[in-house]
């Protein structure tokens, strides 16, 4: 590597390199959830309960609109892991140039579907009539600054690729420190409620892209961004989108199967719904220190495939899959260590505290499966098998899913009955995953077996 704060994954040992690499992203999405449930908690003291739901009935919607998008940025990602693996600094700074001008781009496009369908979609999902006016609020000036949050995903994304996990840290907690600041300020000197948390998200945002952007123009490495790159290159582009696409659509089949989840909350009352909704900003904190792992296994394996060193990716793979389960499981123990604790933090409703901790009791105690599954999925996607990736979520996470709520709810219709599925699903997903990858990963390693 060329610049001092890229990292070489392809040589030397492997599980110290995940455990540094995972460490400041493991940082990054638990402060970013921090600073969400920061928005819900300012809402919760300062404005009331309904304000809390209005903003969690949001949660799954964005998720679903933005996920082919942000999807994109793992193309991104892969391309320059592999390139900066097989030491092919021109064509990572085309993708560079490339990803950052498409985000931009996309960005413009989510931010007119967002804006313009707000409502529609809300009522879709069932939302309660009695918050879907502030709910259609807060998702009309997220999706405004579509545009910003998606330059961040995709710059915060390419310095990933080759390492750079600590600066994304650092302008994350000075965007979500202006963030909470902002929240409090725009509720008490404004009188506002969730248009201000919506405003001060996406000025944060606004601070964290620039911050990448800077360090990218100024760098020396794969990840340098230049303007005479600052286009569509059509080789790149179209790697980007073969990749990125199915990875997008993957999060998509979560998001979708999660939209019909959330509407079955919905149709539950606005107490289940804050409930659901306090107990989500918790077990986000296991899911995401877990998914930073497998943001790890991507670019580890894009750089060892760049390289052709494929019995190093079975490394990256088995390593990786045991360092999430740990994770996965020390934090889901704390968080039912704490459960009641920590939901009073957002309310004091004793009846939505009830609701979430039946919530955390099933995901808090199984999330470990989850990591290990998106762990196995990232092994795919690093290699650019993103398509049979996709497929398998398809079905496991997301046919289940929408089956379970359509059949075996009904016949028992209580929240966990909601809740168990998920369990369910991560279970099957990993052994069809282990079924496909193993043997692609063998033949890989007879193919290049020549490469040391």
Same mark, same amino acid.
């Given at each position: 590597?060329?610049?001092?704060?890229?990292?070489?994954?392809?040589?030397?040992?492997?599980?110290?390199?995940?455990?540094?690499?995972?460490?400041?992203?493991?940082?990054?999405?638990?402060?970013?959830?921090?600073? %969400?449930?920061?928005?819900?908690?300012?809402? $919760? &003291?300062? /404005?009331?309960?309904? @304000?809390? !739901?209005? +903003?969690?009935?949001?949660?799954?919607?964005?998720?679903?609109?933005?996920?082919?998008?942000?999807?994109?940025?793992?193309?991104?990602?892969?391309?320059?892991?592999?390139?900066?693996?097989?030491?092919?600094?021109?064509?990572?700074?085309?993708?560079?140039?490339?990803?950052?001008?498409?985000?931009?781009?996309?960005?413009?496009?989510?931010?007119?579907?967002?804006?313009?369908?707000?409502?529609?979609?809300?009522?879709?999902?069932?939302?309660?009539?009695?918050?879907?006016?502030?709910?259609?609020?807060?998702?009309?000036?997220?999706?405004?600054?579509?545009?910003?949050?998606?330059?961040?995903?995709?710059?915060?994304?390419?310095?990933?690729?080759?390492?750079?996990?600590?600066?994304?840290?650092?302008?994350?907690?000075?965007?979500?420190?202006?963030?909470?600041?902002? %929240?409090?300020?725009?509720?008490?000197?404004? $009188? &506002?409620? /969730?248009?201000?948390? @919506?405003? !001060?998200? +996406?000025?944060?945002?606004?601070?964290?892209?620039?911050?990448?952007?800077?360090?990218?123009?100024?760098?020396?490495?794969?990840?340098?961004?230049?303007?005479?790159?600052?286009?569509?290159?059509?080789?790149?582009?179209?790697?980007?989108?073969?990749?990125?696409?199915?990875?997008?659509?993957?999060?998509?089949?979560?998001?979708?199967?999660?939209?019909?989840?959330?509407?079955?909350?919905?149709?539950?009352?606005?107490?289940?719904?804050?409930?659901?909704?306090?107990?989500?900003?918790?077990?986000?904190?296991?899911?995401?220190?877990?998914?930073?792992?497998?943001?790890?296994?991507?670019?580890?394996?894009?750089?060892?495939?760049?390289?052709?060193?494929?019995?190093?990716?079975?490394?990256?793979?088995?390593?990786?899959?045991?360092?999430?389960?740990?994770?996965?499981?020390?934090?889901?123990?704390?968080?039912?260590?704490?459960?009641?604790?920590?939901?009073?933090?957002?309310?004091?409703?004793?009846?939505?505290?009830?609701?979430?901790?039946?919530?955390?009791?099933?995901?808090?105690?199984?999330?470990?499966?989850?990591?290990?599954?998106?762990?196995?999925?990232?092994?795919?996607?690093?290699?650019?098998?993103?398509?049979?990736?996709?497929?398998?979520?398809?079905?496991?996470?997301?046919?289940?899913?929408?089956?379970?709520?359509?059949?075996?709810?009904?016949?028992?219709?209580?929240?966990?009955?909601?809740?168990?599925?998920?369990?369910?699903?991560?279970?099957?997903?990993?052994?069809?995953?282990?079924?496909?990858?193993?043997?692609?990963?063998?033949?890989?390693?007879?193919?290049?077996?020549?490469?040391?």
């Amino acid at each position: 590597m060329s610049a001092k704060h890229e990292m070489n994954m392809c040589e030397g040992p492997l599980l110290r390199k995940i455990i540094i690499y995972s460490l400041p992203l493991m940082a990054t999405y638990i402060l970013q959830l921090l600073f %969400n449930a920061t928005d819900v908690a300012v809402l $919760g &003291m300062l /404005v009331g309960d309904d @304000a809390v !739901a209005a +903003v969690g009935a949001t949660g799954s919607l964005i998720t679903l609109i933005t996920s082919v998008f942000i999807g994109v940025s793992v193309g991104a990602n892969v391309l320059v892991a592999r390139f900066a693996g097989s030491q092919n600094i021109e064509r990572a700074r085309k993708t560079v140039g490339c990803a950052v001008f498409i985000s931009v781009l996309l960005g413009c496009i989510l931010a007119g579907v967002g804006f313009f369908g707000a409502r529609t979609f809300l009522e879709w999902m069932k939302c309660d009539p009695e918050v879907i006016g502030m709910s259609a609020t807060y998702l009309k000036i997220y999706f405004l600054g579509m545009p910003i949050v998606m330059l961040y995903n995709f710059a915060a994304s390419i310095l990933r690729a080759v390492g750079d996990t600590k600066r994304p840290l650092i302008f994350l907690v000075i965007g979500g420190l202006t963030n909470v600041v902002l %929240n409090v300020f725009f509720i008490l000197a404004f $009188g &506002m409620d /969730v248009e201000g948390v @919506a405003i !001060a998200t +996406v000025i944060s945002q606004l601070i964290s892209a620039a911050l990448c952007l800077a360090v990218m123009f100024k760098g020396d490495g794969y990840s340098r961004l230049e303007l005479k790159y600052l286009r569509i290159h059509k080789y790149e582009f179209v790697d980007m989108i073969k990749i990125g696409v199915p990875s997008g659509i993957q999060s998509s089949m979560f998001s979708i199967a999660n939209v019909f989840i959330q509407s079955t909350v919905n149709s539950l009352g606005k107490t289940v719904m804050s409930g659901n909704t306090v107990a989500s900003q918790f077990d986000g904190f296991i899911y995401n220190a877990m998914y930073a792992v497998s943001v790890a296994a991507i670019s580890f394996t894009s750089q060892n495939y760049g390289a052709r060193k494929i019995s190093r990716i079975k490394k990256v793979m088995w390593e990786s899959m045991a360092v999430s389960a740990t994770v996965g499981i020390i934090v889901g123990g704390l968080v039912l260590l704490f459960d009641r604790q920590l939901c009073s933090i957002i309310s004091d409703d004793p009846t939505v505290i009830d609701i979430a901790c039946r919530r955390l009791m099933i995901m808090a105690s199984t999330y470990f499966l989850c990591g290990i599954m998106d762990v196995i999925s990232s092994i795919m996607r690093g290699l650019g098998r993103s398509f049979s990736a996709m497929v398998i979520c398809m079905f496991g996470s997301c046919v289940l899913r929408i089956v379970w709520l359509n059949t075996f709810y009904h016949l028992n219709p209580c929240i966990e009955m909601i809740y168990v599925i998920y369990p369910i699903s991560w279970l099957i997903t990993i052994g069809i995953y282990m079924a496909v990858v193993l043997p692609i990963l063998k033949k890989l390693e007879k193919q290049y077996a020549n490469v040391n």
